[in-house]
């Protein structure tokens, strides 16, 4: 009986020990260093902890309880070291995206929720203080507005977004942040490129694709956009540049075409659309006949 418990817990020692060596989390560095760039409020934590009882509890726990629910990897007691050890960004990344039994929440809440949980979570770390991004700004000052601007080189093999911060009537390119770009599609956008980060002149250089289909002349609609939303809100334009191969589509206003209505169905499709209806219910037909002249036979 003994010796049978000893087993046991070995066994799970072994378990656990196979399955704890975890790999480290990756944290990209420029999102490990992201920080909150409003100070975390009283206001922030109260949020926070409501997100955090109908989001995180269940299997968290309650703060500094340790009665997390029991998986393996455990997730870990927020008052514990192995979380409070993260940097804001880190925490933010990971609650973001995920990994394993740990659920991505960036489709569940948005960027500021998962700043006002990280504030609630930071109420257990009494050494915590907390460090603000540095917004770039005019010489100290806010800038009034930020806008993006979209144009494409002559030779369209680049695509330049313009990132520039207004102050008054001053005008100043804003360096080293990150835009995204995007092919506006029917179903979605396409990334187009990578993210990249403007320059000294405020310029995000986007290599063009060639075989990117536009409409008939080849305009293209693209969405840039600023990656880091914390800084300066949703930054985004929308341009159409005629940077596409021209692509002859018929149009949904054409006569006849695949996705539109009813009454302008392409002819070969009604047709066999009708066809096998037919079919289907005349084999419907032919067997309902059998069973008559079965149950008449019966007679
Ligand atoms: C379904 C259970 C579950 C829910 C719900 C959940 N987590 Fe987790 N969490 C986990 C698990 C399991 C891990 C460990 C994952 C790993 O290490 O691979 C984890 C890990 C984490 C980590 C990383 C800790 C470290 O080791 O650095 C953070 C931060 C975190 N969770 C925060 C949250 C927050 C905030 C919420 C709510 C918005 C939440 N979790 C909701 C299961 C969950």
Same mark, same amino acid.
């Given at each position: 009986?003994?010796?049978?418990? #000893? &087993? &046991?817990?070995?066994?799970?020692?072994?378990?656990?020990?196979? &399955?704890?060596?975890?790999?480290?989390?990756?944290?990209?560095?420029? !999102?490990?260093?992201?920080?909150?760039?409003?100070?975390?409020?009283?206001?922030?934590?109260?949020?926070?902890?409501?997100?955090?009882?109908?989001?995180?509890?269940?299997? =968290?726990?309650?703060?500094?309880?340790? @009665?997390? #629910?029991?998986?393996?990897? /455990?997730?870990?007691? /927020?008052?514990?070291?192995?979380?409070?050890? @993260?940097?804001?960004?880190?925490?933010? &990344?990971?609650?973001?995206?995920? !990994?394993?039994?740990?659920?991505?929440?960036?489709?569940?809440?948005?960027?500021? %929720?998962?700043?006002?949980?990280?504030? +609630?979570?930071?109420?257990?770390?009494?050494?915590?203080?907390?460090?603000?991004?540095?917004?770039?700004?005019?010489?100290?000052?806010?800038?009034?507005?930020? %806008?993006?601007?979209?144009?494409?080189?002559?030779? =369209?093999?680049?695509?330049?977004?313009?990132?520039?911060?207004?102050?008054?009537?001053?005008?100043?390119?804003?360096?080293?942040?990150?835009?995204?770009?995007?092919?506006? !599609?029917? +179903?979605?956008?396409?990334?187009?490129?990578?993210?990249?980060?403007?320059?000294?002149?405020?310029?995000?250089?986007?290599?063009?694709?060639? @075989?990117?289909?536009?409409?008939?002349?080849?305009?293209?609609?693209?969405?840039?956009?600023?990656?880091? %939303?914390?800084?300066?809100?949703?930054?985004?334009? %929308?341009?159409?540049?005629?940077?596409?191969? /021209?692509?002859?589509?018929? /149009?949904?206003?054409?006569?006849?075409?695949?996705?539109?209505?009813?009454?302008?169905?392409?002819?070969?499709?009604? #047709?066999?659309?009708?066809?096998?209806?037919?079919?289907?219910?005349?084999?419907?037909?032919?067997?309902?006949?059998?069973? !008559?002249?079965?149950?008449?036979?019966?007679?």
């Amino acid at each position: 009986m003994i010796l049978k418990s #000893i &087993f &046991f817990v070995l066994l799970n020692f072994i378990v656990a020990g196979l &399955f704890a060596q975890t790999t480290p989390w990756d944290v990209p560095a420029d !999102r490990s260093a992201k920080l909150s760039t409003t100070a975390f409020t009283d206001q922030n934590r109260n949020t926070g902890r409501n997100l955090y009882q109908a989001n995180c509890k269940s299997c =968290h726990g309650d703060p500094g309880k340790n @009665n997390v #629910i029991k998986l393996v990897p /455990p997730p870990p007691d /927020p008052a514990a070291t192995q979380l409070q050890q @993260n940097t804001d960004g880190s925490l933010h &990344f990971k609650i973001s995206e995920g !990994r394993g039994a740990m659920p991505s929440f960036k489709n569940i809440l948005n960027s500021a %929720e998962i700043w006002n949980i990280i504030a +609630f979570l930071r109420t257990f770390n009494k050494d915590y203080q907390q460090q603000l991004a540095v917004k770039p700004t005019f010489g100290g000052e806010v800038f009034d507005k930020v %806008e993006l601007k979209l144009t494409a080189d002559q030779t =369209h093999t680049t695509i330049v977004a313009q990132l520039t911060g207004f102050k008054g009537s001053l005008v100043k390119p804003i360096a080293g942040l990150e835009v995204k770009l995007f092919a506006v !599609r029917y +179903f979605g956008n396409l990334m187009v490129d990578k993210p990249m980060d403007t320059n000294a002149e405020g310029k995000a250089l986007f290599s063009c694709p060639k @075989n990117l289909p536009g409409d008939a002349s080849g305009n293209v609609s693209l969405v840039a956009q600023l990656s880091n %939303e914390e800084l300066f809100g949703l930054v985004k334009t %929308e341009s159409t540049l005629a940077i596409g191969l /021209p692509t002859d589509r018929p /149009p949904l206003n054409e006569p006849r075409a695949l996705w539109n209505v009813v009454q302008k169905t392409p002819v070969w499709l009604l #047709i066999s659309y009708l066809a096998s209806v037919l079919v289907v219910w005349g084999f419907i037909v032919v067997v309902l006949l059998k069973l !008559r002249t079965i149950s008449k036979l019966g007679e």
